[in-house]
């Protein structure tokens, strides 16, 4: 099957605008502007079941239709922040088929009657937002941005705005604190962006991937989607696959694929380095659940959508599948997480502050000289950090720690008597 | 002198991205902006951000201070930022860095003798495929380095070292 997302493996040229165009691109952004109503277009997307691909999963659709229409203007802002450790599927979209990608959110602004859209992009992807910015200007030439679009009243501009090197703007709220010019820590909600958004105004936050979804949708219909992927995870996914595999990368499937088809299938990874076992599985990057699996088919042939992993113990969240090897030390892997999180904490929220802190020096002391106490007392610390925090990173940054410990408790007592 | 005396056409760019009563936003865009040819934000620098967006130097402090990738001290001409995070690690990044830590002489967070190279451990850079990976950040952007090997890394030093000179 040709690709939906990563069409740049199918047609390599796709980043250029006569090719993109020749392949009907920005036909989707044509219909929707001169034949759809904006609520008509949200309707379609509402009805193909697309969920949010920044690790959330909400109904793309519903968040379009929350917009405050008492309240203008509205935005549209793309979350390219892309910063979860295991993840770096956006990157790809925006560099192998940009255009597709800035179809759909051209498309979101006209759904819900914005006319400036931001492209959040983290900011190490620098000589990325250089060449959207190209794009871009592009577009406005050949008449796909500006002003009165298609001979309607409609005008549109697009553009990109970098961070500079946090993961907590990923986060949706506080990434619209940090394209405002301030430090990014996540507001308080309610009340959510639709209604209270960037400079306080109605405003609508989608990952990269999600939006590169809408042109095809539009094009194609709601109930091709639907019949991609799985009744409750609608449509084509990124899986980004990295760890013990032999061919890491990102892979396009649609949701239902089982993990086993993922690590061994031989177009995608190929199956685990010196053909080892698989010891765990983190679905969503570093801030998952650890999945065990030690052999177990069961756990292997699971389909990834989101209601079957939510079987295993685990969110798939954004798809970033990290395989550990049976020559992996669980306890080594909790380290690397929670200094991630530590670092990576706004310090916003004392839990999360303070809380990824504690973690740290407690799995120091349980990889040196540390004791069962100490891994009950991290453990501990992990559990009273859940549901204390205003983000999910507060949330996050305990999975791995909690499963850990309470799935391959060997890992421990073997770390607590080195 | 005053970014918009040093850089009028740059700054008049920038701002126009964002609406004028919001021009806040333009904080992070100008302190790139600034850094770009130190290769750091010194206080001055501040100071003029802070007037042409009519906020005060404490809260273009802040800023500087929360995100990673502004510095507000002088290190080496170029920062080489090895990702050791999970997924890098798990396919050799922490050997890479010990090794290039050996071939360099130095250690994390240190620079060169010849002031060009200060290498640094930093999370993850949304490149866990392709591991062990850096980025280099210097005066033309942040620029990706994929696959890496010590050998491949040591030839884009000396690049970078050519590519100085050839400046002065």
Not at chain 1, 293 to 315: C, E, F, I, Q
Not at chain 2, 130 to 143: D, E, H, L, N, T
Request: glycine letters at 10%; a negative charge; one cysteine or more.
């Amino acid at each position: 099957m040709s690709h939906v997302l990563l069409r740049h493996r199918d047609l390599p040229q796709i980043n250029q605008l006569q090719v993109y165009r020749n392949n009907g691109g920005f036909e989707a952004f044509r219909k929707a502007v001169t034949g759809m109503k904006p609520n008509e277009v949200t309707e379609v997307v509402k009805n193909s079941g697309l969920r949010g691909r920044g690790g959330a999963g909400f109904p793309t659709g519903m968040k379009w239709a929350f917009i405050d229409n008492k309240n203008w203007p509205h935005y549209v802002v793309a979350n390219a922040d892309e910063s979860e450790p295991g993840t770096f599927k956006d990157r790809e979209i925006m560099e192998g088929n940009p255009f597709q990608f800035l179809e759909g959110v051209a498309i979101a602004c006209y759904a819900v009657a914005a006319d400036t859209a931001y492209v959040y992009l983290r900011g190490e992807f620098w000589d990325l937002a250089g060449f959207l910015d190209q794009k871009i200007a592009e577009m406005e030439a050949a008449g796909y941005l500006g002003d009165k679009l298609f001979g309607t009243n409609y005008s549109l501009r697009i553009f990109t705005h970098l961070g500079a090197g946090a993961y907590i703007c990923g986060e949706e709220t506080a990434l619209l604190e940090s394209l405002e010019g301030k430090r990014g820590q996540p507001r308080v909600r309610p009340p959510f962006p639709p209604a209270y958004g960037l400079y306080g105004k109605p405003t609508i936050v989608n990952n990269v991937e999600t939006l590169t979804n809408v042109p095809p949708i539009l094009i194609n219909g709601a109930d091709w989607y639907k019949s991609l992927g799985t009744p409750d995870s609608a449509g084509v996914k990124v899986f980004s696959l990295s760890g013990r595999v032999r061919r890491p990368g990102n892979y396009e499937l649609p949701f239902g694929t089982t993990f086993r088809e993922l690590i061994y299938g031989e177009k995608n990874g190929a199956g685990v380095q010196d053909a080892r076992k698989v010891k765990a599985i983190m679905p969503a990057g570093a801030s998952s659940s650890l999945i065990l699996v030690n052999g177990d088919d069961k756990v292997l042939d699971t389909p990834m959508d989101y209601a079957s992993v939510r079987t295993l113990g685990a969110d798939l969240g954004s798809a970033s599948v990290i395989v550990l090897d049976d020559t992996v030390d669980i306890g080594w892997v909790i380290e690397k997480t929670i200094h991630f999180f530590k670092h990576e904490s706004c310090g916003k929220c004392t839990p999360c502050r303070e809380g990824n802190y504690w973690m740290l020096q407690l799995m120091e002391r349980v990889r040196s000289s540390g004791s069962q106490a100490d891994v009950d007392l991290l453990a501990g610390v992990a559990r009273q950090m859940q549901g204390k925090c205003l983000c999910a990173l507060g949330e996050f940054a305990t999975m791995a720690v909690v499963t850990g410990i309470e799935r391959f408790p060997q890992d421990f007592t073997k770390a607590a008597r080195v | 002198m005053s970014l918009e005396t040093t850089h009028p056409q740059e700054v008049k760019q920038i701002l126009s991205k964002y609406p004028p009563e919001h021009k806040r936003s333009a904080v992070m865009p100008l302190l790139y902006l600034a850094q770009h040819e130190a290769g750091y934000i010194n206080r001055d620098a501040m100071q003029d951000i802070a007037q042409l967006l009519g906020i005060t130097e404490t809260e273009v402090a802040s800023i500087v201070g929360f995100y990673t990738l502004y510095h507000d001290k002088q290190e080496g001409k170029y920062r080489m930022q090895v990702c050791t995070d999970l997924p890098c690690a798990l396919r050799g990044a922490d050997e890479f860095l010990e090794n290039l830590c050996g071939r360099l002489g130095i250690r994390i967070g240190e620079t060169t003798p010849d002031g060009l190279v200060t290498l640094e451990s930093v999370m993850c850079l949304a490149a866990c495929d392709k591991a062990p990976m850096f980025q280099v950040q210097g005066p033309s952007g942040i620029q990706y380095h994929e696959n890496m090997t010590v050998d491949r890394t040591m030839e884009v030093i000396a690049a970078l070292k050519r590519a100085g000179r050839e400046v002065k």
